[in-house]
């Protein structure tokens, strides 16, 4: 009989066996930072591709709007992988203009030298109350409204909840750092992402009415701006976002967790395939992360079968969809309350 620690070392030495094999194999994985480099570039060049095909009558918005978000979900992968300080470690120069295109392009996403280390808390603490970054995507809270909206826009949702569930002494400070953390990107995406849905919504209910809203001609300039900015955008990353949170939120546990063994489970079924579409497949790869750091995304999606089958012989679960009706607990039966968080 194995003992944790021993289970949680034979995974270990699976991936980095596994990678060590593929990088003696193809020498060409060990320009690790020209690969990064290469990827933000045709992440970003795509990106703007996409953006001006749109605006040229080239590409319509139905396409536009998951081409970018798939793109965008390779700088979510770089921005993780540049937050474990995985490319250009002595170029800093580089290092953080790859952080700051990264978060321009997904602009509703938190401050990424902040998210640095929301991030290494979260796997020092992973599981526990003290995990903030996976509380922030609405992990082990019981699904409601106040979940599905932290999911889909996880700033907006947090200052609800914020307001909702801070201490009174302690909400001006919550929503404060809130808005810090995620001004100025975040901030600007939310705000003219709720213009846009306000404004055709008003022009929706008019329309089912029989009524015509007469707008102003500067508004109807700044709608026609917000418009393609929802597109090429905001839609796009809200699309990822909630993807991304939906995955990350259930594959990862959260209130007993006892040990890296329980930290996630892998989320591979196949009817998950349109939510790991817009997330690069992290619900199948991100487990293998958390029991080895220090390899980049890539490199998890060329090891995965090895790594997956270690981990199945070892012990981590695999499509456990009980997680979504115990709010992520990781024990099957539970006599512990389910309290917000």
Known sequence: MLTEEQRIKNIQEAIRSEGQRLREKLPWLKHQDRIGFLIFSFAVTGVLLCGWAYVSGYLPAWLCIPFVAILTSLLHELEHDLIHWQYFRRQKFVHHFMLLGGW???????????????????????????????????????????????????????????????????????????????????????????????????????????????WSVSTLQAMAW??????VLIAPFYLRSFCLNFISSNMHYYGD???????????????????QLFCFNFGSTHGIHHFVVGEPFYIRQMTAKKAHLAMRENGVRFNDMGTFERANRFQISSDSELKPV
Not at 126 to 133: F, H, L, N, P, Q
Not at 260 to 265: I, V
């Open 226 to 231: 917000i418009n393609t900015l929802v597109v």
């Open 104 to 214: 321009i392009l997904r602009q509703g996403t938190i401050n990424p030298w902040i998210r640095r280390h929301l991030h290494f808390l979260h796997h020092k603490t992973s599981g526990t109350i003290r995990d903030k970054e996976e509380r922030g995507i609405g992990n082990g809270r019981p699904y409601g409204f106040l979940r599905w909206w932290i999911m889909m826009d996880t700033f907006t949702g947090n200052l609800v909840n914020a307001l909702i569930n801070s201490p009174k002494g302690k909400r001006r400070i919550h929503l404060f750092r809130l808005i810090a953390a995620n001004f100025p990107f975040a901030v600007l995406c939310a705000g003219i992402w709720y213009l846009f849905v306000l404004f055709h919504l008003i022009e929706g209910i008019a329309l089912i009415a029989g009524l015509s809203v007469q």
């Open 257 to 275: 967790v006892r040990s890296l063994l329980e930290q996630t489970q892998v989320l591979n079924a196949w009817y998950l395939f349109p939510f």
